[in-house]
């Protein structure tokens, strides 16, 4: 089983960014957590950050035929990307949207994602946690057919 990790705007300056909101691990360190839980699910990651929308429904696009699900982080284009939204409608692979913070509880442009109800899931608020436990839920739902 395949399945593809997406990374949206500014994660990439994880560590160093609002580190009292999004914590001190950097997108490095969650991408080891990550890979540590797909060995010990027996499942292959492809890993992958952009900062640009367009480069992010290339990648959504991609996935069709490829992988067997996504684990997304859509950042703050999970609160605005219409043209995400029709990626995923475009080329549908089951997915769950992760969000570090729990965005339900923060500024209100923040409690609503246009992703959300395409999901399978979404976790939002465990911190680097909710990587490897939507990458599990992911692979879960996937195995059970
Ligand atoms: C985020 C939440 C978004 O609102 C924000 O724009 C991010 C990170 C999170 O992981 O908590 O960049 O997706």
């Known amino acids: 089983m395949r399945v593809a990790v997406l990374n949206g705007p500014n994660l990439n300056l994880l560590g160093e960014r609002e580190p009292a909101l999004y914590g001190r691990q950097t997108l490095a360190d969650i991408e080891a957590l990550t890979r540590a839980e797909a060995a010990a699910l027996d499942v292959e990651v492809e890993w992958f950050q952009s900062n640009h929308e367009g480069a992010l429904?290339?990648?959504?696009?991609?996935?069709?035929?490829?992988?067997?699900?996504?684990?997304?982080?859509?950042?703050?284009?999970?609160?605005t990307s219409l043209a995400l939204r029709d990626a995923f409608l475009a080329a549908p692979v089951p997915f769950v949207e992760v969000h570090l913070t729990n965005i339900f509880g923060r500024e209100p442009e923040r409690r609503h994602t246009v992703l959300a109800d395409l999901a399978v899931a979404v976790i939002a608020g465990l911190g680097a946690s909710g990587y490897p436990v939507g990458l599990r839920a992911l692979v879960d739902r996937l195995r059970a057919g």
């Open 57 to 79: 429904v290339d990648a959504v696009q991609g996935l069709r035929g490829r992988v067997d699900g996504a684990v997304i982080n859509p950042a703050a284009f999970g609160h």
